[in-house]
């Protein structure tokens, strides 16, 4: 089955889960956070979800039979993109699925992915903070992504789902 995800609502997501994070969390940690609820640094947190896609989709290793970043070659850098553009990337991934798997069943696959990659896009911006507050909210991201790709992992497992196909 292959997933196309949106930049836009991935960095919606990523606004959002930074905004209710902020809400609960010391004012070192609120500093790091702070940034990412900015609209003028969402060409580079754009660029930055498109590089926690690429990692959650080698984390998916073997589950993955194709995949692509906005049309992006092997053999070419990502484009630059304005630090004030957030142009919608279309990327996308080809997954190995079950075969019981019905439409709706996708669609919360799909969800799953978004949310890896948002809480790994996080995580990397905290982690490259000098803030005192960001080593806390950058591990706390990382182990909710780490969650997601677990549950991916393992709703497309063929230890659960034995039967998996191959699509196109």
């Not at 589950?63 to 850098?77: H, I, Q």
Request: aromatic share 6%; hydrophobic share 45%.
């Amino acid at each position: 089955m292959t997933y196309h995800l949106s930049s836009n609502a991935i960095l919606s997501t990523v606004h959002a889960l930074a905004a209710l994070q902020a809400l609960s969390c010391s004012d070192d940690e609120r500093a790091v956070l702070a940034p990412v609820l900015c609209r003028q640094r969402s060409g580079v947190l754009a660029l930055m979800i498109r590089n926690a896609f690429a990692e959650v989709m080698l984390k998916l290793g073997p589950l993955v039979r194709d995949t692509s970043l906005d049309g992006e070659a092997g053999d070419t850098a990502a484009g630059f993109t304005e630090a004030d553009a957030a142009p919608d990337a279309d990327m996308w991934a080809e997954l190995l699925t079950p075969e019981s798997f019905t439409t709706t069943r996708h669609g919360i696959v799909r969800r799953a992915i978004e949310q890896c990659v948002a809480f790994t896009a996080l995580s990397t911006w905290c982690a490259a903070s000098a803030s005192e507050g960001a080593v806390t909210v950058s591990e706390n991201f990382a182990s909710l992504a780490s969650g997601w790709h677990r549950t991916v992992m393992s709703a497309l497992s063929p230890d659960i789902y034995p039967a998996i196909r191959h699509e196109g």
